[in-house]
């Protein structure tokens, strides 16, 4: 194993795939292909993850409390963001399902990605190729979009963001 020099963004995308699968038969090369990550980052990505607790020594298994605690209480501090100009993108944060539809919220947060259709706020989502995989996967722009709230959100967003989360991992 290379050295551990701890969690990288990409494995908090690649996490949140696995988060979402309906059982443990899933393959390196199948989440690679999904989210347009090489199969080699993704190997190198799940020794990472259970080097530092959010993944079974198995690789198959997430350890959804550590990674619920990580998302709320570390994720905004590893990998912060403070949305910029407007542009095209793809909406994400409390601007995209499932926080959009408990909130209303003038400001528009989006992943900047010349394919969007919509406008507002830019955030560099955690793999540039993220707009491109939840383009194909909703449950997978869904789940990152929540994510982003612990990056991007208030106390009250947060909070919405770690119940729906919650129900997400059980």
């Known amino acids: 194993m290379k050295k551990h020099n701890g969690i990288r ?16 038969s899933w393959y390196i090369k199948d989440i690679a292909n999904e989210l347009f990550i090489s199969n080699s980052e993704v190997s190198e990505s799940l020794e ?17 409390g550590a990674f619920l ?7 905004k501090y590893t990998f912060p963001q403070k949305p910029k100009s407007i542009q095209r993108g793809m ?7 499932p926080i959009a539809e408990l909130i209303e919220n003038k ?19 955690l793999h540039p190729n993220v707009p491109k995989a939840c383009e194909k996967d909703k449950e997978l722009h869904e789940i990152l979009s929540l994510i982003e709230v612990f990056r991007v959100g208030n106390v009250r967003e947060v909070k919405l963001a770690t119940e729906e989360m919650k129900k ?3």
Do not use: F, H
């Open 9 to 24: 963004p990409q494995d908090i995308v690649i996490l949140a795939k696995i988060a979402i699968q309906k059982d443990d």
């Open 48 to 64: 990472r993850s259970v080097y530092s607790g959010l993944l079974s020594n198995t690789k198959k298994r997430l350890m959804k």
């Open 69 to 75: 605690d990580y998302l709320v209480y570390g994720l």
């Open 91 to 97: 909406l994400t944060a409390y601007s995209a399902p």
């Open 107 to 125: 400001e528009k947060i989006v992943w900047a990605y010349a394919d969007g259709k919509d406008r507002g706020m830019t955030i560099e989502p």
């Open 168 to 170: 997400r991992l059980k």
